[in-house]
C-alpha cells in the first residue's frame, strides 16, 4: 500500500462519479428521493498501468446486475459552457452535450451528500486534483445553469424568480442535495401555488405549467404542491399532459388518479348546480302557521291550504316562492348565464361563482344565507377528497 501511495505522487487522477438516471414512478425510494450517486469509480491514470477502485451504491429499484446492462448513451460531440468554465475550476460535469467547470469545494460547500462521496482534498497534498461528475441524464444542463446563476448574480433573484427558472433550481438543488437553498426556493413555488383553500381562486383559468409542476412535485418529493398542481391538470383539457415532453412525463398511477379526479368533480357539480336541490325547503314557510287566525298578514290562504306569496316587500324578504318559480329562476341565473358549463370541472370555483351571484327575490335571505353556509362547507369537503385521491395506491 505505501508503495503504491509512493507511485501515485507524481499521477494525474481522475475520478468519475455515475447517477443511475431518475424514474418517476407515483412514489420515489428513498434513494430515488435523496438523488444520491449510485455508483463511484476511482481512476489512477499511470503511464504504465492503470488501477481501478469501485464502490457501488445501488438504488432499491435497480440491482446491480441490471445496472450493468443498461446501455451506454452514444457519446456526443462536448463543448464548453461559455460562461461557466472557470479557468482555476477542478470539477468537470457533463450535461446534455456541454461541459461545466467549477470548483469541488463550491459542491462539497453546499451539498453534504457529494462531499460524503468525493475525495478528501486534504490526502493529496497541495496538487490541484481533477474530477469529473456525471449525472448520466438525471440532471440537465438548462437547470444546472440556472443556480450556477443564481449563486453568481443572487441578486438578480431577491425579487423575482420566474417559475421556470424556480423550477429548474429547484431540480438541481434537490438533485445535487444543496438542501438549504431546497428549502427556501420550495417556500417561493409554494406561494405561487398555495395548497390553503382560500387562496386558491386567484386564478380563474387552469395554469398551462400545472404538469410540470406535477412532475416537479413527484420527483422532488414536494406533497404541498400536488393538490393544487393537479387540481389544475383535473380541470383542463386533456389533462394539460400534451405540454410535457418525454423526459418529463405522469406515470399511470396518476394518470388514473386524474381521470377518478374528474369523475368526482364532474359528478359534484352537476349534483350541486345542475337544478335546486330538490329536497330543499324554505324553513320560513315550513313553520308558518296553518290557521287562519294565526297566519301573517303578508300571507293569504288558497284552497290546497298552501302558502302563497303576497307582493308586499315584507312577504317576499322572508319567504320563498314556489319550486315552479325558483326552478325558473335557477335555469335563468345559473345555466343561461353559463356558469353551469364553464365550471363543469371545477366545482370549488362553481361554488364560489353560485356564491357571488345576486339571488333574485325567489328566495328569502335566509334560505339564501344558509345556501351560501352549505357551498362553503361543500368546498371544503371538496378540496379534502381531491387530497385522498392523491393518496390513494
Not at 77 to 95: M, S, T, V, Y
Request: with cysteine; aromatic share 8%.
Amino acid at each position: 500500500m505505501a508503495q503504491r501511495e509512493d507511485d501515485s505522487e507524481d499521477v494525474s487522477y481522475k475520478r468519475a462519479v455515475h447517477q443511475s438516471a431518475l424514474s418517476r414512478p407515483s412514489r420515489l425510494s428513498s434513494h430515488e428521493k435523496s438523488g444520491i450517486v449510485s455508483t463511484f469509480t476511482a481512476v489512477i491514470c499511470d503511464p504504465t498501468k492503470t488501477t481501478r477502485y469501485k464502490r457501488h451504491l445501488t438504488t432499491d429499484s435497480e440491482s446491480r446486475d441490471e445496472l450493468a446492462k443498461r446501455p451506454r448513451a452514444e457519446k456526443t460531440p462536448l463543448r464548453k459552457h461559455e460562461r461557466f468554465w472557470l479557468a482555476d475550476g477542478n470539477a468537470i460535469i457533463e450535461l446534455d452535450g456541454i461541459n461545466f467547470r467549477v470548483h469541488q469545494s463550491w459542491f462539497t460547500k453546499h451539498s453534504k451528500r457529494i462531499a460524503a462521496i468525493l475525495p478528501d482534498q486534504g490526502t493529496q497534498g497541495s496538487r490541484l486534483e481533477e474530477i469529473t461528475l456525471d449525472f448520466c441524464g438525471v440532471l440537465k444542463a438548462i437547470d444546472f445553469e440556472a443556480l450556477l446563476s443564481l449563486y453568481e448574480n443572487p441578486g438578480d433573484y431577491r425579487d423575482y424568480i420566474e417559475t421556470p427558472t424556480l423550477m429548474s433550481l429547484i431540480r438541481a438543488a434537490a438533485i445535487l442535495g444543496f438542501d438549504n437553498d431546497r428549502t427556501w426556493l420550495v417556500r417561493e413555488l409554494e406561494a405561487l401555488w398555495p395548497s390553503n383553500l382560500g387562496e386558491l381562486f386567484v386564478n380563474p383559468e387552469p395554469r398551462l405549467d400545472a404538469p410540470e409542476v406535477a412532475c416537479l412535485a413527484r420527483t422532488c418529493d414536494i406533497d404541498s404542491l400536488l393538490k393544487p398542481a393537479f387540481y389544475d391538470m383535473a380541470r383542463a383539457p386533456g389533462f394539460g399532459l400534451d405540454r410535457l415532453d418525454e423526459s418529463e412525463q405522469i406515470g399511470r398511477a396518476d394518470v388514473l388518479r386524474l381521470v377518478r379526479m374528474r369523475e368526482y368533480l364532474s359528478g359534484m357539480w352537476a349534483q350541486v348546480a345542475a337544478h335546486e336541490d330538490p329536497t330543499f325547503v324554505c324553513q320560513n314557510l315550513q313553520a308558518a302557521p296553518s290557521s287562519n287566525d294565526e297566519r301573517p298578514s303578508g300571507l293569504s290562504a288558497n284552497t290546497n291550504g298552501k302558502p302563497v306569496l303576497c307582493p308586499t316587500p315584507s312577504a317576499m324578504d322572508s319567504h320563498c316562492l314556489s319550486a315552479t318559480a325558483r326552478r325558473e329562476a335557477w335555469v335563468r341565473l345559473v345555466h343561461y348565464s353559463q356558469i353551469f358549463a364553464q365550471y363543469r370541472y371545477d366545482p370549488l370555483r362553481g361554488l364560489a361563482a353560485l356564491i357571488n351571484i345576486t339571488w333574485t327575490d325567489e328566495w328569502c335571505r335566509d334560505c339564501v344565507e344558509k345556501r351560501k353556509a352549505d357551498w362553503h362547507k361543500m368546498q371544503r369537503r371538496i378540496w379534502e377528497m381531491v387530497g385522498e385521491y392523491l393518496r390513494e395506491e
